[in-house]
């Protein structure tokens, strides 16, 4: 028989699970299951930026989606899945006590949001973040020098460093913290108090200031100095991280039963999802990676002679094997992408959902449907008209920073931007800024790792919005002047899992063998207009300067 892995991909929304032949990468069944309580919008409150997310919902979704996946699969496959690996998002932290269980899942911090795990666009700790850059900037060892030299809200220290300075009783409870991604291998080995907890070298040193060179994390005097309340989680967490082809443990009895696996099924060490997304569309040196949903990840990665004497600054870190093992692993990204496209989306519904869906017109069924059908098509016949708008300099001009800015220079303070509108700025003009905008957000990215030393021949674009909107993905070739594959696969990251899952399993040795065997190769390329690119480097000079204006006069203050 064959031997099988199985990927498994948190997501903001969603877990999916994909099951992969590990001999020839087919894939064999896969589920998505949706987060019970996220969806019903418990535990967040958007206007505070307060995005939370409750471990039980975790927990379902992986039985759940684990025992669908396998109910489509052939006879035989479940008793020879041979290992899986999660993805996760991050950084998405959460407080646990001394056993290791997240403060959340105790009856008396079962409706407490600061109990639960702090997703990575939650943004209420921005006022941590500055003071962590501020001590940094001083200290006499940067711990933010491999994380860009910025400190951002989204990451694990400002979020707990928050949430055990607003609750008293979290606080007196909590022992230590846990990244989602080390909690899921952790939660089905049973290897979850602090002490045995294999962390990931990927979320330790992207977003926790960990590296070799200061022994681990900072040191507790740093720690403290950011707030009295992180006294003593230094030693209470770790010293040593993991790569991801590297053995957590077996399912225990308990979790092999539940997902209907058996003990023999191996774990290997997590990573956040964009990671491996990358891995999952066979990453090497040279290429970016742009993970495209909600926000972009992007990722690249550099052999160590390519990055010796190299600090990239402004970016979300470059960290010893939190990508492949042996090489340096590069993170940027924008905080918002999609969820930009979705928010004018939602603008432009308000009278669907507050005007029609109050109509005595029309009976309530076909309401219904009118409602649904135009809301499905709004993207795409904005997208339409929009692609029928030619290039203009002095076009509507906007600024992707909708939900703050992650790269270049991590700042959760700026906001969106849109200017030059007139009586004759039409729903598709905005639109088409908007996309803009979010085009020369990623050049701004590719600009500052170019600047620094580092070449990049192959763009990938992965993520269903690579796959859905020529409009997008051409207007980025367009700006960036650089032809774009796209992934065929939309389970990028749920395949970079499995990858590493049949590392850890022995089927291969390392994990470029599994990307060799298993990748799914590309379903489309994206070639960039030249005329259009000229065009759109004037355009991008003032998208500079607008930016500029903005973060100085209206957004500067706030930090004051």
């Given at each position: 028989?064959?031997?099988?892995?199985?990927?498994?991909?948190?997501?903001?929304?969603?877990?999916?699970?994909?099951?992969?032949?590990?001999?020839?990468?087919?894939?064999?069944?896969?589920?998505?299951?949706?987060?019970?309580?996220?969806?019903?919008?418990?535990?967040?409150?958007?206007?505070?930026?307060?995005?939370?997310?409750?471990?039980?919902?975790?927990?379902?979704?992986?039985?759940?989606?684990?025992?669908?996946?396998?109910?489509?699969?052939?006879?035989?496959?479940?008793?020879?899945?041979?290992?899986?690996?999660?993805?996760?998002?991050?950084?998405?932290?959460?407080?646990?006590?001394?056993?290791?269980?997240?403060?959340?899942?105790?009856?008396?911090?079962?409706?407490?949001?600061?109990?639960?795990?702090?997703?990575?666009?939650?943004?209420?700790?921005?006022?941590?973040?500055?003071r962590i850059n501020e001590l940094a900037a001083s200290w006499h060892t940067d711990y933010t020098m491999y994380e860009g030299g910025v400190y951002s809200s989204e990451w694990v220290w400002a979020k707990m460093a928050h949430v055990l300075e607003k609750d008293a009783a979290v606080?007196?409870?909590?022992?230590?913290?846990?990244?989602?991604?080390?909690?899921?291998?952790?939660?089905?080995?049973?290897?979850?108090?602090?002490?045995?907890?294999?962390?990931?070298?990927?979320?330790?040193?992207?977003?926790?200031?960990?590296?070799?060179?200061?022994?681990?994390?900072?040191?507790?005097?740093?720690?403290?100095?950011?707030?009295?309340?992180?006294?003593?989680?230094?030693?209470?967490?770790?010293?040593?991280?993991?790569?991801?082809?590297?053995l957590v443990g077996n399912l225990t009895p308990e979790w092999a039963e539940k997902l209907g696996l058996t003990t023999k099924v191996v774990v290997g060490v997590s990573a956040f999802d964009c990671h491996m997304g990358a891995v999952g569309v066979e990453i090497e040196p040279h290429?970016?990676?742009?993970?495209?949903?909600?926000?972009?990840?992007?990722?690249?990665?550099?052999?160590?002679?390519?990055?010796?004497?190299?600090?990239?600054?402004?970016?979300?870190?470059?960290?010893?094997?939190?990508?492949?093992?042996?090489?340096?692993?590069?993170?940027?990204?924008?905080?918002?992408?999609?969820?930009?496209?979705?928010?004018?989306?939602?603008?432009?519904?308000?009278?669907?959902e507050n005007i029609v869906s109050q109509s005595s017109l029309i009976d309530a069924g076909t309401k219904a449907k009118l409602i649904a059908e135009t809301d499905d098509k709004i993207i795409e016949e904005l997208s339409k008209e929009a692609m029928k708008i030619p290039v203009q300099?002095?076009?509507?001009?906007?600024?992707?920073?909708?939900?703050?800015?992650?790269?270049?220079?991590?700042?959760?303070?700026?906001?969106?931007?849109?200017?030059?509108?007139?009586?004759?700025?039409?729903?598709?003009?905005?639109?088409?800024?908007?996309?803009?905008?979010?085009?020369?957000?990623?050049?701004?990215?590719?600009?500052?790792?170019?600047?620094?030393?580092?070449?990049?021949?192959?763009?990938?674009?992965?993520?269903?919005?690579?796959?859905?909107?020529?409009?997008?993905?051409?207007?980025?070739?367009?700006?960036?002047?650089?032809?774009?594959?796209?992934?065929?696969?939309?389970?990028?990251?749920?395949?970079?899992?499995?990858?590493?899952?049949?590392?850890?399993?022995?089927?291969?040795?390392?994990?470029?063998?599994?990307?060799?065997?298993?990748?799914?190769?590309?379903?489309?390329?994206?070639?960039?207009?030249?005329?259009?690119?000229?065009?759109?480097?004037?355009?991008?000079?003032?998208?500079?300067?607008?930016?500029?204006?903005?973060?100085?006069?209206?957004?500067?203050?706030?930090?004051?």
């Amino acid at each position: 028989m064959s031997k099988y892995v199985i990927g498994l991909d948190y997501g903001s929304d969603s877990c999916r699970a994909l099951i992969v032949d590990a001999g020839t990468g087919e894939e064999i069944a896969s589920s998505v299951k949706y987060y019970k309580r996220w969806m019903e919008g418990k535990y967040c409150n958007p206007q505070a930026n307060q995005y939370r997310q409750h471990p039980r919902d975790y927990m379902e979704v992986l039985i759940d989606s684990i025992r669908e996946a396998l109910s489509l699969s052939p006879a035989g496959v479940a008793e020879n899945v041979v290992g899986m690996s999660f993805d996760t998002t991050g950084s998405t932290p959460a407080l646990i006590d001394e056993q290791g269980t997240p403060l959340a899942l105790l009856p008396e911090f079962a409706d407490n949001p600061n109990a639960m795990f702090v997703l990575w666009k939650d943004h209420t700790a921005v006022k941590e973040a500055a003071r962590i850059n501020e001590l940094a900037a001083s200290w006499h060892t940067d711990y933010t020098m491999y994380e860009g030299g910025v400190y951002s809200s989204e990451w694990v220290w400002a979020k707990m460093a928050h949430v055990l300075e607003k609750d008293a009783a979290v606080r007196a409870k909590a022992y230590s913290w846990v990244e989602h991604c080390d909690w899921m291998p952790a939660l089905i080995t049973g290897k979850t108090k602090p002490e045995q907890i294999m962390r990931s070298r990927c979320a330790a040193g992207h977003k926790a200031m960990w590296s070799e060179e200061w022994g681990g994390l900072p040191e507790e005097e740093f720690l403290v100095k950011i707030s009295p309340v992180l006294k003593g989680f230094r030693n209470r967490l770790y010293r040593h991280t993991y790569t991801s082809d590297q053995l957590v443990g077996n399912l225990t009895p308990e979790w092999a039963e539940k997902l209907g696996l058996t003990t023999k099924v191996v774990v290997g060490v997590s990573a956040f999802d964009c990671h491996m997304g990358a891995v999952g569309v066979e990453i090497e040196p040279h290429t970016f990676v742009r993970v495209i949903g909600t926000s972009t990840c992007d990722i690249m990665v550099a052999p160590y002679e390519e990055m010796e004497g190299k600090l990239i600054p402004g970016i979300c870190g470059q960290v010893d094997g939190s990508v492949i093992p042996g090489m340096i692993g590069l993170e940027a990204g924008q905080s918002a992408f999609g969820d930009i496209y979705a928010w004018f989306k939602n603008l432009l519904a308000w009278p669907l959902e507050n005007i029609v869906s109050q109509s005595s017109l029309i009976d309530a069924g076909t309401k219904a449907k009118l409602i649904a059908e135009t809301d499905d098509k709004i993207i795409e016949e904005l997208s339409k008209e929009a692609m029928k708008i030619p290039v203009q300099e002095s076009s509507v001009l906007a600024i992707d920073w909708m939900n703050g800015r992650r790269t270049p220079d991590a700042s959760q303070l700026v906001k969106g931007t849109i200017t030059g509108l007139n009586l004759g700025s039409s729903a598709p003009i905005i639109f088409k800024a908007l996309v803009e905008a979010t085009a020369f957000g990623s050049k701004a990215i590719v600009d500052r790792i170019v600047e620094n030393g580092i070449r990049i021949d192959t763009v990938i674009g992965i993520g269903g919005i690579s796959q859905k909107s020529p409009l997008v993905m051409q207007t980025l070739a367009d700006v960036l002047n650089m032809p774009i594959k796209v992934a065929k696969t939309v389970q990028s990251c749920a395949f970079g899992a499995a990858m590493f899952a049949a590392v850890v399993a022995g089927v291969y040795t390392k994990v470029e063998e599994a990307q060799k065997v298993m990748g799914q190769g590309f379903c489309d390329e994206y070639h960039p207009n030249k005329k259009n690119h000229e065009l759109y480097l004037k355009v991008y000079k003032n998208y500079q300067k607008l930016g500029q204006f903005t973060e100085k006069e209206f957004f500067s203050t706030i930090r004051h």
